[in-house]
T-cell receptor, first 114, second 111 residues
Framework: DGGITQSPKYLFRKEGQNVTLSCEQN?????MYWYRQDPGQGLRLIYY???????QKGDIAEGYSVSREKKESFPLTVTSAQKNPTAFYLC?????????????FGDGTRLSIL | RKEVEQDPGPFNVPEGATVAFNCTYS??????FFWYRQDCRKEPKLLMS???SGNEDGRFTAQLNRASQYISLLIRDSKLSDSATYLC????????????FGKGTMLLVSP
């Protein structure tokens, strides 16, 4: 079955540590996205990528980094510069053409500070 | 003004009831619209796209009113399994990177 796989499901970060969240899709989608969701809040865009080897900052990119070396993979690193990393992180993908394509989500990673 | 606004609820309804949610958006240039459903501690899942002419999928009907800049979702014959948070999502232009999510409306269907 085609889909988006995020791992791990739960992740704990120590002070000063960088952690990397994995996102893999086999939907053959060009575009991929990372969002953060805090309790009672809407999804906020961290980074997005329209094509391999290209990505852009979203609304809250500070303290995060990404790479897009392969079409199917878009890992997110939460760096030590992100002072409030506790949140639900969601990866999504969509077809590239046009703005009327919905995004499809992985099942998320919950990140907490130890 | 917030870009996408929804009543957070919760809407408490009995099984079999009809319930409607509205969502307003601020950018009149918005191009496409969606409703997503999110269960507690799960990822959002696409419920339906919203077309200018309105569209229906089983018990669910979505409407778009561009003049008043709102979209609506009507759920008929509510089931217990409809209990979830419903997210209104707007694409501000034809680019695929500009989805804006509302905070969601919570629906609780009781026996």
């Amino acid at each position: 079955d085609g889909g988006i796989t995020q791992s791990p499901k739960y992740l704990f970060r120590k002070e000063g540590q960088n952690v990397t969240l994995s996102c893999e899709q086999n939907l053959n989608h060009d575009a991929m996205y990372w969002y953060r969701q805090d309790p009672g809040q809407g999804l906020r865009l961290i980074y997005y990528s329209q094509i391999v080897n290209d990505f852009q900052k979203g609304d809250i990119a500070e303290g995060y980094s990404v790479s897009r070396e392969k079409k199917e993979s878009f890992p997110l690193t939460v760096t030590s510069a992100q002072k409030n990393p506790t949140a639900f992180y969601l990866c999504a993908s969509s077809r590239r053409e046009g703005g009327n394509q919905p995004q499809h989500f992985g099942d998320g990673t919950r990140l907490s500070i130890l | 003004r917030k870009e996408v606004e929804q009543d957070p609820g919760p809407f408490n309804v009995p099984e079999g009831a009809t319930v409607a949610f509205n969502c307003t958006y601020s950018n009149s240039a918005s191009q496409s619209f969606f409703w997503y459903r999110q269960d507690c501690r799960k990822e959002p899942k696409l419920l339906m796209s919203v077309y200018s002419s309105g569209n229906e999928d089983g018990r669910f009907t979505a409407q778009l009113n561009r003049a008043s800049q709102y979209i609506s979702l009507l759920i008929r014959d509510s089931k217990l399994s409809d209990s979830a948070t419903y997210l209104c999502v707007v694409n501000l232009n034809s680019g695929y990177s500009t989805l804006t999510f509302g905070k969601g409306t919570m629906l609780l269907v009781s026996p």
